[in-house]
């Protein structure tokens, strides 16, 4: 991705920084400048607003076949998360066995490296979930999480 | 608003076409569709090109200019225009035409749908198809596009109990179909244990869940139903006509087991030539990956939420079945090259209208459906043909 394009999301990205809605009184991930459901109003009275990062899992995947560029993370776990505030936003969901991952877990932000250009291009960080607790499983020993998440 | 009928036809065998390019691809399905239209280029008022991926697949945009280019187009300097919407640029393409002609401001349009994924890695088309989706929001997050609907299929066997078998059953069912077509990309049977120990994807979907990424195109030519009718042309009217939108990210809708934009543009179609589900005597629908297959004939309103699956599994949607789908093998078996998968729907439609299908004919086809939706369904575009 060019380097200008991953710049102006940097706030969005590393800090979940999106939008409040002050006719609405709703939030919206990532940043927008419009809210559909109150029109044009809304424009100017879109404030940024950062999320608290705790929310819920909605749906779940283990991915088997990974993108290019997240091959060292497979198989691993995409979800979609309802966060606290109402948004929905699709992430990597890291330490833990990537198929113990259910909807209705509660989870929250952190912060990590979600890939690199080529072996010498710039480094894109941002923002993925953990569960909050750990689903009691046979598998969340020690050795289990460091071979699924570096 | 005038009547609209498709008077002519053209397709290649879908796969992987490596000694073809995609403007002989165009150039073939052009020539075909006007050959069996029975008319010549002079004839022809405008050009439509459906084509989701040219520029991440072969660096080349302005697909219209070069296929009406290499179909010789240029010389009466015809208006070609490219229509995208990721995988339901080839539906759109048609839609286009038609109410260019539907609203008299032109008599004759061809309307291509061409695509050449396999120039590229897997890897390299397997993202060219995930553009189709929200490129910073879901695949930079890790999303690709199988995992986008794994979600979706995991959430709905939560929601009905949908099973492993009953999404087996889909595929199995559209191999069977396309093993009775000759074009198709995988003309052979595959049964259901086959299907349920196939390679995992993304949970719960399966390698033999997923339609390829194909080469491939067709082309149909659409003509004023008055002047067909005139010209003493075979034709198939187009009746109904529908499209829709939704959120481009998944997450941004509210329930994950509904693709509602499929549902609002078949409404839209059965609403522009008051028909009703039940009017119908077969469907072609977007089965980019079973899952889908099942959804939509839920969002069309052929089966109440919830029961697509087992009623498919029942044998209703296959040939001989209450509603024949995917006669043609669907995308799973027929293949699925992106710009064209629209437009070979509507030509599996026209066949079997025309009572041309062979083997696999459906007996007094009167009216048939066609849905083609791209992404998670962020585009849905539905016509309904009928025989005259």
């Known amino acids: 991705m060019s380097v200008p394009r991953f710049w102006r999301e940097l706030d969005a990205r590393y800090n979940l920084i999106g939008s409040h809605c002050k006719i609405t009184d709703t939030y919206h991930y990532p940043r927008r400048s419009f809210n559909p459901k109150a029109g044009r109003e809304s424009i100017g009275n879109m404030d940024d607003y950062q999320f608290k990062g705790t929310g819920e899992i909605i749906g779940a995947t283990v991915v088997h076949q990974a993108q290019e560029g997240y091959e060292m993370f497979g198989p691993y776990c995409i979800a979609i998360i309802e966060l606290d505030e109402g948004p929905r936003i699709t992430s990597q969901i890291v330490d833990c066995e990537p198929k113990t991952v259910m909807p209705g877990m509660k989870v929250k932000s952190v912060f990590r490296k979600l890939g690199q250009d080529s072996e010498s291009g710039i480094l894109h960080y941002g923002t993925k979930f953990i569960l909050i607790e750990l689903p009691k499983t046979d598998n969340n020993d020690e050795e289990t999480l460091n071979d699924i998440e570096l | 608003m005038r009547d609209v009928s498709i008077i002519g036809t053209g397709i290649t065998k879908f796969g992987e076409l490596w000694d073809k390019s995609l403007r002989q691809l165009g150039l073939e399905t052009g020539l075909a569709a006007i050959s069996d239209a029975e008319i010549t280029s002079k004839d022809i008022d405008a ?273 001989g079945g209450k509603i024949p789908v995917n006669t043609s093998g669907g995308l799973k078996a027929r293949g699925h090259a992106p710009g064209a998968t629209g437009i070979a729907q509507i030509i599996e439609i026209v066949q079997q209208l025309r009572g041309e299908a062979g083997n696999r004919q459906v007996k007094n086809a009167k009216i048939g459906m066609a849905e083609n939706h791209g992404g998670t369904a962020a585009t849905a575009v539905v016509h309904i043909l009928e025989a005259e």
Request: proline fraction near 3%; charge should be negative.
């Open chain 2, 47 to 319: 050009l439509y090109i459906g084509n989701m991926a040219a520029g991440s697949t072969l660096q080349q945009e302005h697909v219209s200019a070069l296929i009406a280019d290499y179909c010789g187009l240029t010389e009466q300097n015809i208006p070609a225009t490219r229509v995208e919407a990721a995988s339901a640029s080839g539906g759109l393409a048609l839609r286009q035409a038609y109410m260019a002609i539907a609203g008299g401001f032109i008599d004759i349009a061809v309307v291509g749908g061409a695509e050449k994924m396999t120039d590229v890695s897997d890897s390299e088309s397997t993202y060219a198809i995930s553009m189709g989706s929200d490129e910073q929001w879901e695949s930079k997050a890790g999303a690709t596009f199988t995992s986008l609907h794994a979600i979706i299929a995991q959430s709905h066997m939560n929601k009905y109990g949908t099973t492993r078998e009953e999404l087996s059953a889909i595929s199995s069912k559209n191999h069977y179909h396309a093993s009775m077509n000759p074009l198709a990309q995988f003309p052979f049977t595959l049964n259901i244990e086959v299907i349920s120990n196939s390679g995992m994807v993304s949970s719960p979907l399966r390698m033999l869940d997923c339609a390829p990424n194909s080469d491939g195109a067709a082309a149909v030519v659409l003509c004023a139903t008055e002047k067909a009718k005139r010209m003493n042309k075979k034709s198939i009217k187009i009746i109904g006509s529908g499209q829709a939108s939704d959120t481009l990210s998944l997450h941004h809708r509210k329930e994950l087991y509904k693709l509602p934009a499929i549902g609002i543009a078949a409404k839209r179609a059965f609403q522009s030539c008051n028909k009703k589900p039940k009017d119908l005597d077969l469907i072609e629908i977007h089965d980019n990956y079973t899952i889908s297959e099942i959804i939509a004939l839920e969002e069309i309103g052929i089966f109440k939420p919830g029961e697509a699956a087992k009623k498919s599994f029942e044998g209703e949607t296959k040939l």
